[in-house]
């Protein structure tokens, strides 16, 4: 069955430091998406991508972040300048249409466990 | 060390047993619902999904009852094992994202 696969799966980093997160989606997806959850909180909206651009995101989506595909399957998450609340589990999806068109609409990655120090 | 999260709500079921998970929604405007489980350790997983112009909708022992006059959603599993036992989410679909709701905590006894 096809997957969302996600590097690294845990990454510790000092505070300040940039850390790039990096997912390969689905290949035949079209829509990519990142969500982070704190531990033991609900899962939160980042940023939505289509079309190489954002199509939607959130307030915690700050300058701090971005989002690129940088070729064909890769889709990465970039935090420039860490801090301490950034510290979280990272999850990719993938969608083959967007959010609004049917079953099994999200699959996720295993996640990316991000401690910043 | 990394600080404790708020604590999940938490259903405790016999195996064997039914379980009924709640949730209440939050946009008016949201028309699409689907219901994750999120195993430890895991991402979050497609269970099953309903749109707004249904009231239910059932799958493999599970059910979604939907209620949009009280925006409330429900996840029904029948016969309830231990591999049940995970976080379970519901998600409302206003616009193009997924949001998901808080979560509750399953925990199936043998």
């Known amino acids: 069955e096809p997957e969302v696969t996600q590097t690294p799966s845990h990454q510790v980093t000092q505070m300040g430091q940039e850390v790039i997160l990096r997912c390969v989606p689905i290949s035949n997806h079209l829509y990519f998406y990142w969500y982070r959850q704190i531990l033991g909180q609900k899962v939160e909206f980042l940023v939505s991508f289509y079309n190489n651009e954002i199509s939607e995101k959130s307030e915690i989506f700050d300058d701090q972040f971005s989002v690129e595909r940088p070729d064909g399957s890769n889709f990465t998450l970039k935090i420039r300048s860490t801090k301490l609340e950034d510290s979280a589990m990272y999850f990719c999806?993938?969608?083959?249409?967007?959010?609004?068109?049917?079953?099994?609409?999200?699959?996720f990655g295993a996640g990316s466990r991000l401690t910043v120090l | 060390g990394e600080s404790v999260g708020l604590h999940l709500p938490t259903l405790s079921v016999q195996e064997g047993d039914n379980s009924i998970i709640n949730c209440a929604y939050s946009n008016s405007a949201s028309d699409y619902f689907i219901w994750y489980k999120q195993e430890s350790g895991k991402g979050p997983q497609f269970i099953i999904d309903?749109?707004?112009?249904?009231d239910k909708r059932q799958g493999q022992r599970v059910t979604v009852l939907l209620n949009k006059t009280v925006k409330h959603l429900s996840l029904q599993i029948a016969a309830t094992q231990p591999g049940d036992s995970a976080v379970y989410f519901c998600a409302e679909a206003p616009y193009d994202k997924v949001i998901f709701g808080p979560g509750t905590s399953l925990s199936v006894i043998p």
């Open positions: 999806a993938s969608s083959e249409d967007g959010a609004l068109s049917g079953a099994n609409v999200l699959t």
């Open positions: 309903i749109r707004s112009n249904m």
